[in-house]
């Protein structure tokens, strides 16, 4: 299997790393603006990784292609991924790339090609979480989702900026936005981070989950954040993010029926979020090149793995593990 990597950064370094051991990966050629970062990430690694400059030209003889640089551009290199062959896995989590990675998907159904959107932290391993929680449930009426931590100074600067976002919901079958900052709820995540505060912001989550829950009524994402990060989301970061994030946590909550009876059940994880990032990418890119998902097109892993234990299964042995929450809801 030959793999592209667009881009070298935090989480670009992630996948790199996961999907050279093995895995049938031949080559892995790595693409990045910075010629020295791309270097270096392939020097640290060895074969069969090799940098190579941008351009359509690195496409040529791809089995699969993630992209992996900062938001906005996702479409034009998913498009000529396409157009060359080869299945496509963007790591975004934009609503603007996402819109468009999904448009997709007349083009990557006739070319019986996969576009995996929103393979990261959150969307990504959230979507997973909420279509394994989804499956205990005769009918499911809610999913909410939750995320702490960023990944690497391109998520942060996404993250700052995503408050000021309108909030993008799915409810009672219609789109509906709302300002972001709003809509403060406490969420619980997995111990050590325990509650924050969660707001609404510009996340993609709901336009994954959506059409992969028929008959669900109501999805929301929200983001933790404190009073002064709401404050100041609207002007220039004050000062530089961490190169590689630290501890992050995201938390899925899906409502509904079984039997007779309401239930609710809460999934969730602890992980730096560029390295779950990179580990649920690297996956869904192996997957796709061994047609191993449910159907082609574009959409998110909610909708194309149809069974998600096996994907699950395998992150937890590339490190990355998920927790369900055990208690009583008051």
Do not use: N
Not at 4 to 33: H, N
Not at 171 to 187: F, H, K, N
Not at 191 to 215: E, H, I, K, S, T
């Amino acid at each position: 299997m030959r793999a592209v990597l667009i881009g070298a950064g935090a989480v670009g370094a992630r996948i790199a790393r996961q999907l050279v051991p093995g895995d049938g990966v031949d080559s892995l050629v790595v693409v990045d603006r910075d010629r020295i970062r791309a270097a270096a990430v392939v020097a640290s690694l060895g074969a069969p990784a090799l940098p190579a400059p941008p351009g359509g030209a690195s496409l040529q003889g791809a089995d699969v292609v993630v992209v992996a640089v900062p938001t906005g551009g996702h479409r034009t290199v998913a498009e000529q991924a396409l157009e060359q062959g080869a299945h496509v896995v963007s790591v975004s989590d934009a609503v603007g790339d996402v819109r468009d990675l999904l448009a997709l998907d007349a083009e990557a159904r006739e070319r019986d090609l996969s576009v995996v959107v929103g393979a990261g932290f959150s969307p990504g391993l959230t979507c997973l979480l909420a279509r394994h929680a989804a499956a205990g449930f005769d009918e499911v009426d809610e999913i909410h989702v939750a995320k702490f931590g960023t990944a690497g100074p391109a998520c942060a600067r996404h993250h700052h900026q995503a408050l000021t976002e309108r909030a993008v919901d799915w409810r009672e079958g219609a789109w509906v936005t709302r300002p972001g900052g709003s809509g403060r709820e406490l969420s619980w995540f997995p111990d050590p981070v325990g509650p924050l505060d969660c707001y609404r912001a510009g996340l993609p989550d709901a336009l994954l989950l959506a059409p992969a829950v028929p008959g669900v009524a109501r999805v929301t994402a929200r983001v933790a954040a404190t009073r002064r990060d709401r404050f100041t989301s609207r002007f220039p970061m004050l000062r530089p993010p961490h190169p590689e994030g630290l501890v992050g946590a995201v938390r899925v909550e899906v409502r509904g029926r079984r039997g007779r009876g309401r239930d609710v059940r809460v999934l969730g994880a602890l992980d730096r979020p560029g390295v779950a990032a990179g580990a649920v990418a690297a996956v869904a890119a192996l997957w796709a090149a061994e047609s191993r998902l449910a159907r082609p097109g574009a959409a998110g892993l909610a909708e194309l793995v149809a069974e998600p234990v096996p994907f699950l299964t395998e992150l937890g042995r590339r490190g990355v593990r998920a927790a369900a929450f055990e208690g009583t809801a008051a």
